[in-house]
């Protein structure tokens, strides 16, 4: 279930940016050849940073990617890791639901005043702003789940569950994944078409 969810997460969030490499192509061809402008292409990077941010957050903690200074994680006992795991996934979690929950009175202002971008195209706020806001409640309930996971853990004396799950993945784990992923293309290419 989870690589499912990684794996439309992923989708969505490189379709957002191939759609907007292909308008900022069109942009670009437009006004070199044809001196004609979409004008919006910049307002249009800007709504794909947003909402591509909110994915890749999630992304990020679903693959154990968040960056944490683990240089003596390693070395410390196995309860202390786990307690340090435990804490790291908390806090993502709170500032989780801190950000969904700041997130929810901007769509509220941008409701009540009827906020549109200062653009030529003048797009209604709550637009853009109801996607970015989806993907910052999708990543509050996944980091929240995975808090109540590792909590749960914790709780039943699972140091070790809770270290394998929760720890920074280690440098030999990503070296491990790299090569996989170079010997499966290696026998993508090798193989009879």
């Not at 940073?49 to 909110?54: M, R």
């Not at 390693?74 to 786990?82: F, G, S």
């Not at 910052?136 to 914790?154: E, M, Q």
């Not at 039943?156 to 280690?170: G, H, K, T, V, W």
């Amino acid at each position: 279930m989870k690589e499912h969810i990684e794996n439309v997460l992923a989708w969505i969030f490189g379709a957002i940016f191939l759609a907007l490499s292909v308008v900022v192509a069109v942009e670009t061809l437009s006004r070199k050849l044809f001196s004609f402008s979409l004008q919006g292409a910049d307002e249009l990077g800007g709504y794909a940073l947003a909402v591509g941010s909110t994915i890749a957050f999630s992304l990020a903690l679903m693959g154990r990617n968040h960056i944490r200074v683990d240089v003596f994680h390693e070395r410390l006992p196995r309860a202390l890791q786990a307690f340090l795991n435990w804490f790291a996934v908390a806090s993502i979690a709170a500032f989780g639901v801190f950000m969904a929950w700041v997130a929810t009175k901007v769509i509220v202002d941008t409701m009540q005043y009827g906020s549109t971008a200062q653009t030529p195209w003048a797009t209604p706020l709550i637009w853009p702003q109801s996607v970015w806001y989806a993907g910052l409640v999708i990543f509050a309930l996944v980091a929240t789940g995975y808090a109540l996971r590792a909590s749960w853990l914790g709780v039943q004396c699972r140091i070790d569950s809770l270290n394998e799950d929760f720890q920074p993945r280690s440098a030999k784990e990503e070296l491990k994944e790299e090569l996989d992923d170079l010997a499966n293309r290696q026998a993508a290419e090798g193989a009879p078409r």
